[in-house]
């Protein structure tokens, strides 16, 4: 099988011709962040805001041209649209302090049936051990006996593929629906199964938001009692278009005891609060370390500030995660603890944190979140 090349794919594109301009979708400069991993081909189109999803049969259009090149094996073509300069809600209007609900509220787009509940594991910024608890909640949700599918929903940075050994490419169940890749008992989906480890993402936030909702949308999990989203950090596009897009049932906040962590989590906090996602608690990782030798517990980061700051707020502290060499080897290494080493004592802190959120479970939503101002 021929190695599918960059030219191979734009010049089969260039056959699809948009209906409004008359000219092809390459020469319209509408083909935007080509990626090829093996036979694996992710692009997006973009087009007008006007026009939106107007667009859709060019879309497929071209998702059907590239099946018909030998050595594809599955295409990812999502739209996204661009509004003309100057009509950007001005920083002004965005940051007005009166109170107000700007839209109704509106049925998902497209719900995921089947799926009971469906949490972020958030945190306000990188480096705290986020998508470690993601990873680790996933499976002591599985330990407990429930049926748990992991979305990585960090598009610039996926770590799930690395913490699982994944490198095998998804799979189309139907040739429209990718099937999850499996692994410890999980239904997983990551962009980093279609990208190579090196390829940097150069995606605009609405590229990055249509990707998300096809992840969502487009991946054939099944039934299952969880779906943990390891989101990225921040609270930009990414976070509110899985606020709106997906019933979310509620958000774990990750983060360090120390005030530079806490002051970001904070802002997650809020984010998720003002866009009606339940908080189902606070998780503090990398508490303290144990000395070997002594057993005396060192506070590198601060001591408990999770925990005040889950008090301050009136939400659960779901637990603390010590430093422990073990959790970031089995990590590294595409074992995670829970899986490896499932009666550790570092398994069983994260064990203890998935029985509540289990107990804390509410119900599937039916309406996207309204985002209030405040």
């Known amino acids: 099988m021929a190695n599918l090349t960059r030219e191979m794919i734009l010049q089969r594109l260039r056959t699809v011709v948009d209906d409004d301009t008359g000219i092809d979708i390459v020469a319209a400069d509408m083909v935007r962040g080509l990626v090829i991993k093996g036979g694996h081909v992710g692009f997006s189109l973009e087009v007008s805001a006007a026009r939106g999803q107007r667009a859709e049969p060019v879309r497929s259009a071209a998702e059907k041209a590239l099946y018909d090149i030998p050595g594809v094996l599955s295409v990812t073509a999502v739209l996204t649209a661009h509004k003309p300069p100057g009509n950007s809600v001005r920083a002004s209007q965005a940051t007005t302090p009166k109170s107000v609900s700007r839209t109704p509220p509106r049925q998902v787009d497209s719900p995921l049936s089947g799926i009971g509940s469906i949490i972020a594991v958030a945190s306000g910024k990188g480096g705290v051990g986020k998508s470690t608890v993601a990873v680790n909640l996933a499976l002591a949700l599985r330990k407990l006996g429930h049926s748990v599918g992991l979305l990585d929903a960090d598009i610039y940075g996926p770590s799930i593929p690395r913490m699982l050994d994944i490198k095998d490419k998804p799979a189309s169940g139907n040739g429209k629906k990718l099937l999850p890749i499996e692994k410890f008992g999980l239904k997983t989906m990551s962009i980093g199964y ?3 480890d090196e390829t940097p993402m150069i995606w605009r936030g609405p590229m990055v938001g249509s990707a998300l909702t096809q992840m969502l949308n487009d991946v054939l ?19 509110l278009t899985l606020a709106q897009k997906a019933a979310l049932t509620g958000a774990v906040i990750v ?64 637990g603390d995660v010590p430093i422990y060499v073990e959790i970031r080897e089995n990590s590294d290494s ?17 064990v203890s944190i998935a029985e509540t959120v289990s107990q804390k479970q509410g119900t599937h939503a039916t309406e996207a979140p309204n985002i209030v101002f405040e």
């Open 194 to 196: 279609l990208i190579d």
């Open 221 to 239: 999990w099944g039934d299952l009692d969880f779906l943990i989203v390891d989101m990225p950090p921040g609270t930009g596009d990414a976070q």
């Open 255 to 318: 983060s360090t005891p120390q005030e530079v962590a806490l002051i970001d989590a904070r802002k997650a906090i809020a984010m998720f609060e003002k866009t009606n996602v339940p908080i189902l608690g606070l998780v503090e990782n990398m508490s303290y370390f144990v000395s070997p030798n002594t057993k005396e517990k060192s506070y590198i980061f601060g001591e408990g500030g999770a925990k005040r700051t889950a008090e301050q707020a009136g939400h659960t502290f779901l």
């Open 334 to 350: 595409g074992t995670p603890i829970v899986a490896s080493q499932p009666d550790s004592a570092p398994a069983a802190c994260f």
